[in-house]
């Protein structure tokens, strides 16, 4: 029976991007996934890469910052090797804060942008009273990147195997020796749990991670250049792509593993694009999805050693999952070689939650 140095279960950006690390660092790994990869909430997440110190809890933003930082090497480097567009935008982000929050925006080294930059940057806009602000932020099309992450791993001789859900970590003496799966089992003295809102379910640590459903729209636009930068408002956010795609997202719901979509959801969302960019009223509607974030009970992901020798945990990234997918990768792949990470994860163990 073959063996693998390594067992990554779950196939979204997180595990997918660890794979790969592994793999560059010369470890064999097979990445299972109960799915299709890269299918869950990698497929439905907008790719916004935020790491604003006034949206980033502070013991996350040296990983955020990190993250975003190395981003466009990562993107780069997949995008060349598998052939496949990732869509990385640098145009930024134009922010409009809550009212209650304007002080604390206020304080940050940000460029204010007054009416007349305002229509300047996005002609579109409605004319907003309350304050904005410009981000040098990032976007990337999640679905692009996940697919060429994906096939750079296969390039790269990992492994694949979807459709199977795993059930159980095998264990031999309290250590790693594998996993069994509905259909089979597979041989590692390694295994990483990276199976995100799904993760909970796989032993041998009970971790409190937990489906938190949101809900997006995508429109067309009537040009390419209609939207230039990610705008965000204290309802919605709209990310436009290179191709006219926009998206409208998102809510944020505790509906269980419901991936459903709602009639009333989408048009709360497609009224709110409208009241922002009141030209949007004439944008054919493509698609509507919904995803299931990976939530946990202090927002914060889950990354580290376990107490089991050989399992380890890299889940709960919530809405930073594409954002925060090669600071993973990098940190992680370091513990299950057994070097010293290169950030303290100390606030983000395995071992926090109670038993």
Same mark, same amino acid.
């Given at each position: 029976?073959k063996?693998?140095? $390594? ?12 794979a790969?690390?592994?793999? *560059? ?5 097979? $990445?299972?996934?109960?799915g ?7 497929y ?8 604003c110190?006034?949206e ?10 990190a ?6 090497e990562?993107?780069?480097? $997949?995008?060349?090797e598998s052939?496949? #567009? ?10 409009f804060?809550?009212?209650e929050?304007?002080d ?6 940000l ?20 304050r ?5 932020? #990032?976007s990337?099309d999640?679905? &692009? ?9 296969k ?23 594998g ?6 089992s597979?041989?590692?003295?390694q295994v990483?749990n990276c199976a995100?809102?799904?993760?909970g ?7 409190p991670?937990r %489906? ?5 729209l ?6 390419r ?10 309802n919605?956010?709209?990310?436009p *792509? ?5 998206? $409208? ?10 991936? *459903?979509?709602d009639?009333?959801a989408?048009? *709360?969302?497609?009224? =709110?694009?409208?009241?922002l960019?009141p030209?949007l ?7 509507d999805? &919904? ?5 946990t009970?202090d ?15 890299a ?5 930073d999952?594409?954002?925060? =997918?090669?600071?993973t =990768? ?23 939650? %109670?038993?």
């Amino acid at each position: 029976m073959k063996n693998w140095d $390594v067992i990554v279960i779950g196939g979204g950006i997180i595990g997918l991007s660890l794979a790969l690390e592994a793999r *560059r660092n010369g470890a064999s790994v097979l $990445v299972v996934e109960r799915g299709e990869p890269g299918r869950e909430a990698s497929y439905a997440a907008g790719g916004m890469l935020v790491d604003c110190a006034a949206e980033t809890p502070c013991v996350l933003q040296p990983l955020a910052r990190a993250s975003a930082i190395i981003h466009p090497e990562f993107a780069s480097e $997949v995008e060349a090797e598998s052939g496949i #567009r990732v869509d990385l935008r640098d145009r930024g982000t134009i922010v409009f804060p809550r009212a209650e929050e304007e002080d604390q925006w206020s304080k940050l080294d940000l460029a204010a942008l007054s009416p007349t930059a305002l229509a300047v940057l996005e002609p579109g806009l409605s004319d907003f009273r309350q304050r904005a602000f410009y981000l040098k932020e #990032r976007s990337v099309d999640p679905r &692009a990147l996940t697919n060429a992450v994906l096939k750079t791993a296969k390039l790269r001789g990992v492994d694949i195997s979807s459709g199977d859900a795993v059930t159980e970590v095998n264990l031999s003496d309290n250590r790693v020796i594998g996993i069994s799966t509905k259909k089979t089992s597979f041989l590692a003295p390694q295994v990483v749990n990276c199976a995100g809102a799904w993760s909970g379910q796989v032993g041998p640590h009970a971790l409190p991670t937990r %489906p938190v459903k949101g809900q997006m729209l995508c429109l067309l636009a009537p040009s390419r250049e209609f939207l230039k930068h990610v705008i965000r408002s204290p309802n919605i956010y709209l990310i436009p *792509r290179s191709d006219g795609r926009i998206l $409208v997202g998102a809510t944020v719901e505790e509906s269980g593993f419901d991936k *459903r979509t709602d009639v009333a959801a989408m048009q *709360r969302l497609h009224r =709110a694009a409208i009241a922002l960019i009141p030209e949007l009223k004439n944008a054919k509607i493509l698609e509507d999805w &919904a995803g299931l974030r990976p939530g946990t009970p202090d927002a914060l992901p889950i990354l580290g050693t376990t107490s089991t020798p050989g399992y380890y945990v890299a889940t709960g990234h919530f809405r930073d999952g594409i954002l925060l =997918a090669p600071i993973t =990768a990098r940190v992680m792949a370091q513990v299950i070689s057994g070097r010293n990470p290169d950030y303290d994860l100390t606030p983000f163990s395995p071992n926090r939650f %109670p038993r």
